[in-house]
Structure formats: structure tokens, C-alpha cells
């Protein structure tokens, strides 16, 4: 298979050009990710307001850690009370739907202002948390306990 120049990615046709990928609603859109947890994130301009799956963010994470860990991307950008975050979100539970959405949001603001790639690639908002639950073992009580051994 040949490669066209449709075909490479929009780095390697711009240089280091940033471009700012909005559609047409003027929204800006990103997929996050975390354990089983699956979020489809927009920000629009607007004036802070979070809704997750048609909740207010407060109704939704009924703990105050959770709702800090979907703002702490607003936080490190300084870019708190600038967008209006719509999410849906599936999978998993409270802790892993927070980073998901976390995840999206930091992917969707660096679609929306490329200047603060940097600043969120420093803080690790943008890399995917891969650690998952390990899988249970055959002949063992859980995935790492297994049964008491005696040597004789």
C-alpha cells in the first residue's frame, strides 16, 4: 500500500503548525478513557457550567475529590469559568468515569487552544492511564492470592 499525501497525518502536512479543531457548532470534542470507563466529552465557550449524562456535575459525583479530578484540567491551564463541559459517560465506576472525563476534557482543550499542549502533556493529563484490573488465575483464590502452600 502506497502512502498518499492524503494519507499522512495532519503533523507531518503542517510541520508544527497548530491547528484548532472546532466543528461547526463551535465545539470542540474528545474521547477519554480510564479502566472501564468510557467518556465522550464537547466544550463550548462558555461560562464553567459541567453536566454529566444530562446531570450537573455536583448530582452526578456525590464526592468532592471526584468533581476536583474532572476540574484540575481548568485548573492547570488557568482556563477555569471559560468552557461549558457536556459529557456523556459509561463503564465502570464513580472514580474511573471521573478520570475518563478528565481524559476527554484534556483532549478536547487541546483541540480547542493548541498553545496548552504543553502544559497538559507536563501535568499527565493527556496520557492514557493504562493500568486495569489484572485478571483472576485458574487454581488461585483471586489474581494474586493463591492457595495456602505447605512443604511438607
Known amino acids: 500500500m502506497e502512502s498518499s499525501p492524503d494519507m499522512l497525518s495532519d503533523r507531518q502536512q503542517d510541520g508544527n503548525i497548530k491547528t484548532i479543531k472546532v466543528d461547526a457548532r463551535g465545539r470542540a470534542y474528545g474521547t477519554g478513557r480510564r479502566k472501564e470507563a468510557v467518556a465522550r466529552v464537547w466544550l463550548t465557550v462558555g461560562k464553567g457550567n459541567v453536566t454529566v449524562n444530562g446531570l450537573d456535575i455536583f ?18 491551564t488557568a482556563t477555569s469559568g471559560c468552557y461549558n463541559v457536556i459529557a456523556t459517560v459509561s463503564g465502570g465506576g464513580i472514580s474511573g468515569q471521573a478520570g ?5 476534557i484534556s483532549k478536547a482543550l ?25 485478571r483472576k488465575k485458574y487454581g488461585q483464590h483471586k489474581a494474586r492470592k493463591s492457595c495456602q502452600f505447605s512443604k511438607r
Open 59 to 76: 448530582s452526578y459525583f456525590k464526592k468532592n475529590t471526584l468533581c476536583k479530578k474532572v476540574y484540575n484540567p481548568f485548573i492547570v
Open 110 to 134: 487541546k483541540d480547542i487552544n493548541p498553545n496548552l499542549h504543553s502544559i497538559l502533556r507536563a501535568g499527565g493529563f493527556l496520557t492514557r492511564d493504562s493500568r486495569v484490573v489484572e
Open 100 to 104: 475518563a472525563i478528565a481524559h476527554g
